[in-house]
């Protein structure tokens, strides 16, 4: 089934929204630090994800395609942009997470498992910083669409979702200042096999703003 004409006129400008978002986020994340920040990789880049790159260096990553009916789509990535965002500067990136970026991971080490789980929030940070960004962008430019009830709803409550991550972003820093180790850690070992794959998300595509009315 194909899209409808202003369908597609609708994803253009979602995806320009979305673009223009992403790079507007350019400021390292640590909280004493106001330097650009670079592509930061959520996973381990020399250690996780070249384990299990292909020999071109890609890996298959589930997207969202707003130009496709189906809206997902699996697409080979290379591996210096898959599971990256715009996150810390050069120093940070590389000097914070060396336990779990330059060394061989130890998921019984608590501060790898805490430094694992400040990178994540700061990818769910910078996510729906960037949802908001654009539905800002849509209520600017098509207020006769955006400018209402329901919209201004759903932007309440990612702001709500955003306030949640902030507070449990000064919970881990209080956690990693402090040495308190306040946090509980588990995991499993699963045997190897060709796809695993674990992970939870929001998101919301073109159609779906495109429906909010």
């Not at 009830?149 to 507070?167: P, S």
Request: net charge negative; glycine share 2%.
């Amino acid at each position: 089934m194909k899209n409808s004409k202003e369908e597609i006129e609708f994803a253009k400008l979602y995806k320009t929204y979305s673009e223009q978002s992403k790079a507007s986020i350019k400021t390292c994340y640590h909280p004493n630090c106001s330097e650009s920040s670079i592509n930061s990789h959520i996973l381990q880049k020399n250690g996780i994800l070249s384990s299990i790159a292909s020999h071109d260096r890609h890996l298959w990553e589930l997207k969202i395609d707003p130009f496709n009916s189906l809206h997902y789509c699996f697409t080979k990535t290379g591996i210096n942009e898959i599971y990256s965002f715009n996150g810390f500067c050069k120093y940070h990136d590389t000097e914070l997470f060396k336990n779990i970026e330059q060394k061989e991971i130890d998921f019984n080490n608590y501060k790898s498992c805490i430094l694992f789980s400040l990178r994540t929030l700061y990818n769910e940070i910078f996510r729906k910083q960037v949802v908001l960004r654009t539905s800002y962008h849509f209520i600017k430019t098509l207020p006769e669409k955006f400018n209402n009830l329901d919209f201004l709803e759903h932007i309440r409550q990612e702001n709500l979702g955003l306030q949640d991550l902030i507070q449990t972003e000064k919970d881990i820093w209080n956690d990693l200042n402090n040495d308190s180790e306040s946090f509980v850690f588990e995991y499993r070992v699963l045997e190897r096999i060709e796809i695993c794959v674990s992970s939870f998300y929001n998101y919301d595509t073109s159609v779906e703003m495109q429906n909010i009315e």
